[in-house]
């Protein structure tokens, strides 16, 4: 079992920065693909990114390519994503997921385990 914890949302300006976290407890996130999704109001949720464990490998939808990143930080059992630039079309909940297959994953239901969310608002 795992529990995901997102936390780091708040208000930004545009053009601004906020960097997420997605803490893991219950198990290690060494050997889990972690995906961030994201949901804003009256819209279907939106696949950012993931990064694999292993290889490390990440992928990025288009939409934020360039301007968000995902790392990670095994000994803390934490996922980041780091978003620069950020928009007001960027608001919305931010959710982090894991799943136990190595591989790039784009889908929610992919995923086994998912956090709460934690809510990012852009100012124009």
């Known amino acids: 079992q795992v529990q995901l914890v997102e936390s780091g949302g708040g208000l930004v300006r545009a053009g601004g920065s906020l960097r997420l976290s997605c803490a893991a407890s219950g198990r290690t996130f060494s050997t889990y693909t972690v995906g961030w999704f994201r949901q804003a109001p009256g819209k279907e949720r939106e696949f950012l990114g993931t990064?694999?464990?292993?290889?490390?490998?990440?992928s990025y939808a288009d939409s934020v390519r360039g301007r968000f990143t995902i790392s990670r930080d095994n000994a803390k059992n934490t996922v980041y994503l780091q978003m620069n630039s950020l928009k007001p079309e960027d608001t919305a909940v931010y959710y982090c997921?894991?799943?136990?297959?190595?591989?790039?994953?784009?889908?929610?239901?992919?995923?086994?385990?998912w956090g709460q969310g934690t809510q990012v608002t852009v100012s124009s």
């Open positions: 997921a894991s799943s136990s297959r190595q591989r790039v994953l784009r889908l929610w239901e992919d995923y086994g385990y």
């Open positions: 990064s694999l464990w292993g290889s490390g490998l990440t």
